[in-house]
């Protein structure tokens, strides 16, 4: 609890004193136009949450997620090394303001697709960027029951997710969330079909090459009954730009899951060292078509 505190009183403080100046503005519209702030985040996704962030139109990026086994496996488990979650996807900006995606996973053999609409940009008349994200997955992996009890549409996961940004002085970017899953089979009959969660994403600009970003996800507790799932999940790293086109994400999780409904409803270790994960993904942008 300590190290929370820590946390957000640190972020507290370069919030309060980069706010008491002005933020920057996409000026090429012209003088006589609304002027907009071009990106409040600098991906479209921080780690494992989706931010208010879309791709241009014509742009596509392809994704390597990649979670690690607990740091607390010491030597015998190369602490994390030998066990693995990984995701490869991609993400491809339709029209303005719109973007799709689809991935598969390997934890529970998941196949996702997804939707990311952004409904405002921050500009000098709307103090924030929102944005709207849906995505439903499928696991090909079967449950521990008889054959004949198993049904295609018992494996399928909806995630609904609300994001509200914005930028201060083009170095903090702050996004508060709120998240709904709905599973259409539970573990047992006391585990709810219908979750609800809230979320935080900070990423702060060190310098042209390097941003620090953090997550904060928040469960209500007994939410879940059939596993012992922990009421925060937080990832915290760093963001390295090596190109316009190219970051590396590094960072440490209490999570194994990559998907945002894994992370925030099956996260069952405590943010203290030995549970930490060595996590990273690996974006990669090209452009498509205009």
């Known amino acids: 609890m300590k190290m929370y ?9 370069t919030l309060s004193s980069i706010c008491q100046e002005e933020i920057p503005i996409d000026n090429s519209l012209g003088e006589t136009s609304i002027k907009k702030v071009d990106k409040v985040f600098p ?17 596509m990026k392809l994704y390597l997620a990649h979670r690690m086994g607990t740091i607390g496996t010491g030597f015998d488990g190369a602490f994390g090394l030998y066990q693995a979650n990984s995701r490869f996807g991609f993400d491809l900006g339709i029209v303005k303001k719109l973007v799709v995606g689809m991935g598969t996973t390997s934890q ?5 697709g997804y939707v990311k609409y952004q409904l405002t940009q921050q500009s000098e008349k709307f103090p924030f960027e929102t944005a709207l994200y849906t ?3 499928y696991s090909n992996q079967k449950f521990n029951v008889p054959d004949e009890k198993q049904r295609t549409w018992q494996r399928i996961v909806y995630y609904n997710q609300f994001m509200l940004s914005r930028l201060f002085k083009g170095k903090l970017a702050v996004q508060g969330m709120v998240a709904h899953i709905h599973k259409n089979m539970v573990e047992t009959k006391k585990d709810k079909n219908d979750l609800l969660a809230l ?9 042209r090459m390097f941003y620090f970003a953090a997550e904060y996800l928040y469960l209500p507790k007994k939410s879940v009954q059939s596993m012992d799932v922990k009421a925060n999940a937080v990832s915290v790293g760093i963001q390295i730009h090596t190109g316009p086109r190219h970051v590396f994400q590094l960072f440490l999780s209490n999570s194994a899951g990559i998907l945002p409904n894994n992370v925030i409803s099956e996260t069952t270790t405590d943010f203290k060292p030995k549970f930490l994960r060595l996590c990273f993904n690996i ?3 090209f452009h498509l078509f205009n």
Do not use: R
């Not at 505190?5 to 403080?13: D, G, H, N, P």
């Not at 979320?199 to 310098?207: Q, R």
């Open 108 to 112: 529970k053999k998941l196949f996702d």
């Open 43 to 59: 991906t479209i996704l921080v780690y494992n949450m989706s931010t208010s962030t879309v791709l241009q139109k014509g742009e």
């Open 135 to 137: 995505s439903i997955n």
């Open 283 to 285: 974006p990669t942008t």
């Open 199 to 207: 979320g935080a994403i900070v990423n702060v600009k060190l310098n």
């Open 5 to 13: 505190v820590i946390v957000f009183a640190l972020v507290s403080i």
